[in-house]
């Protein structure tokens, strides 16, 4: 009798603490159905307030998970997206090695970007939804990618600005709260270095080069500097998704202080190469230790992610394009895969 008393209260108090911990329902547990949905999320913060990392399998508010997926989607999307500016350039790469290069990054890209669709859809969506969700407009991409390259300056702009401001990004997101998320970008954070530093290296080899080639790096700077700012996102008193995304640790800094820091990053980056910054009140504040800037387009980044930018309808024609030539391709490996877990089973 005693042991089954106690027997009793050791399983009740072991699947109230597995159900904190996993998320498990377990109907016959009369201890779960006394713990409310708000002491559920209160649970869910202490945890990310203590620095604790979210796996896919632990409890989370319906909320962090669609907050998530929509973010982490929408970073996919503009990997993926983010091929087709640079890509535009990988036969008329001016000599082989930088062929050599151009391929790479553009691969890596695509590597991230399945990289993250996976991690996504550890939360339960699946890469068909998140796909469609792009081509019918519902989840946006970065609006960077709207922009065209005109010239081979444009590629060394991307590497250097665009994996430039990504890196500031990234590198805080890869110490963000949710597991998947954060280890992927541990492991992007050290191909974008690579893009990084080659884009500088093209445009300081311009720079030293013909007064031609110096004008059209200064062209390609001109272009891409305004359009790497808005890459951080609206200023945070007009970012609805901030205080919430802050709160759950899934953004440690605020868009504007990613900004700020990427500005006093890659100011001194252009001094050294000769090139100059298109703002006429960019100003170092000896006070604030920061850089001070001119005003940013904010209609313009509007027009752009509401999908009226310089080449929306070329880059999500070029995907749908690209996504219905490959149906033949997903078909067949879903047939072979059918067969062989038939084969397997016999
Ligand atoms: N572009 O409340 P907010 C790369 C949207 S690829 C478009 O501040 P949040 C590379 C935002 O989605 C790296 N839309 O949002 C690849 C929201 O709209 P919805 C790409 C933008 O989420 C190939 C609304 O504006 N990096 O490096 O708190 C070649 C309000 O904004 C943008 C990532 O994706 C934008 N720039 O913060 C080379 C980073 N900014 O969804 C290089 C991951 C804002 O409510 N994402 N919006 O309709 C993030 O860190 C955050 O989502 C953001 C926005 C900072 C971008």
Not at 30 to 59: C, H, N, Y
Not at 60 to 78: C, G, K, T, W
Not at 123 to 135: S, Y
């Amino acid at each position: 009798m005693v042991f089954l008393f106690v027997f009793y209260w050791l399983r009740l108090i072991t699947i109230r603490f597995c159900w904190l911990r996993i998320g498990k329902f377990e109907p016959h547990n009369t201890l779960t159905i006394m713990i409310t949905e708000d002491q559920r999320e209160a649970e869910f913060q202490r945890r990310i307030d203590s620095g604790e990392v979210i796996e896919p399998k632990d409890w989370m508010p319906e909320r962090y998970r669609r907050q998530l997926i929509r973010m982490m989607s929408q970073h996919a999307h503009s990997e993926i997206v983010g091929m087709l500016p640079e890509g535009n350039w990988i036969t008329r790469a001016p000599s082989l090695a930088r062929k050599a290069i151009l391929l790479a990054k553009v691969q890596d890209e695509a590597g991230h970007g399945l990289y993250i669709y996976s991690a996504t859809e550890t939360l339960g969506i699946d890469r068909a939804e998140m796909i469609n969700q792009l081509h019918t407009g519902k989840a946006k991409y970065s609006s960077i990618f709207n922009y065209p390259t005109l010239t081979w300056a444009d590629i060394g702009a991307i590497g250097w600005l665009v994996d430039g401001a990504a890196i500031i990004n990234q590198t805080a997101l890869a110490k963000c709260s949710y597991g998947p998320y954060s280890r992927a970008m541990l492991c992007i954070c050290k191909e974008e270095n690579f893009h990084n530093k080659q884009g500088y290296q093209l445009l300081a080899y311009l720079m030293r080069g013909t007064k031609e080639q110096q004008e059209m790096a200064q062209d390609a700077m001109n272009r891409w500097w305004w359009p790497a700012l808005m890459m951080f996102g609206p200023s945070d008193t007009n970012s609805p998704n901030s205080d919430e995304l802050m709160r759950w640790k899934v953004k440690l800094y605020s868009n504007d202080h990613l900004r700020q820091r990427f500005i006093d990053r890659t100011v001194p980056q252009a001094e050294a190469i000769g090139l100059r910054i298109p703002d006429a009140d960019l100003k170092w504040n000896e006070q604030a230790r920061h850089y001070d800037f001119g005003k940013i387009n904010w209609d313009e980044f509007n027009a752009v992610i509401s999908g009226n930018g310089p080449c929306n309808h070329e880059r999500m024609n070029a995907r749908r394009k690209a996504d219905e030539e490959g149906r033949w391709v997903r078909e067949a490996a879903r047939e072979y895969a059918r067969k062989k877990s038939m084969v397997t089973a016999a």
